[in-house]
């Protein structure tokens, strides 16, 4: 089952806007993470912020966590087109070692 | 390797073929997982190993499917008598275990398996 829901599914801007992508989850996590894909192929790890922390930054990346609301947001500025890619986000869940991901958001930067 | 390799990059089989899927995980890291993504979709979780701990299959969809790491190192995921609903991309990722628990994913490029 999918732990991690992406939203939206798909998400088109301007090469400079920011893109915003939310992810949702159900249960209690330790942490979250947030990867992306090119081309349908491997994943690469983007970053991840831990369930007591509210907000972690990499570089033009932004990542906020609410427990409360069991969601979390990827916010990528000053985006290129070089950012066109799939963003998944992918929780544990309590003791469980593997990783759950969601369908992810495909993020199409126009030029 | 520098990486997590996976072989072969491209399979295709017939219906009701076996076929076997490599993954060489990065030297060093304990902890093996395997992941199924069909077209357009997320991943779903497979098999997970870690050391010589038994491993976590609870992700395998039928008992068609089986894995193994030998020497905690090297694994095969074995997909017996293919049907077409098994046609997606097998990735494959490898990690660090850490007390924390906060191990980040390593993944290969994954073998695109395509049932005729």
């Known amino acids: 089952s999918q732990q991690g829901e992406e939203d939206p599914q798909a998400l088109s801007i301007q090469e400079g806007e920011n893109a915003t992508m939310n992810c949702s989850y159900k249960?209690?996590?330790?942490?979250l993470q947030w990867y992306r894909q090119n081309s349908g192929r491997g994943l690469v790890h983007l970053i991840l912020i831990r369930s007591n922390e509210r907000e972690k930054h990499s570089g033009r990346l932004r990542v906020t966590l609410d427990t409360s609301k069991k969601s979390s947001s990827l916010l990528i500025t000053a985006s290129r087109a070089a950012d066109t890619a799939s963003y998944f986000c992918?929780?544990?869940?309590?003791?469980?070692?593997?990783?759950?991901f969601g369908s992810g958001t495909q993020l199409t930067v126009l030029p | 390797g520098a990486g997590v390799s996976q072989s072969p990059s491209n399979k295709v089989t017939e219906k009701g073929k076996d076929v076997e899927l490599r993954c060489d995980p990065i030297?060093?890291?304990?902890?093996l997982y395997w992941y199924r993504q069909s077209l357009g979709q997320g991943l779903e979780f497979l098999i997970y190993f870690q050391g010589n701990s038994a491993p976590d299959k609870s992700g395998l969809p039928s008992d068609r499917f089986s894995a193994e790491r030998t020497g905690g190192s090297v694994s095969t995921l074995t997909i017996q008598r293919t049907q077409q609903e098994d046609s997606a991309v097998y990735l494959c990722?490898?990690?660090?275990?850490?007390?924390?628990?906060?191990?980040?994913?390593?993944f290969g490029s994954g073998t695109q398996l395509s049932v005729l």
């Open positions: 249960t209690s996590i330790n942490n």
């Open positions: 990722a490898s990690s660090l275990v850490t007390t924390g628990g906060d191990e980040k994913l390593f």
């Open positions: 992918a929780t544990d869940e309590g003791s469980a070692r593997q990783l759950t």
């Open positions: 030297s060093g890291h304990t902890a």
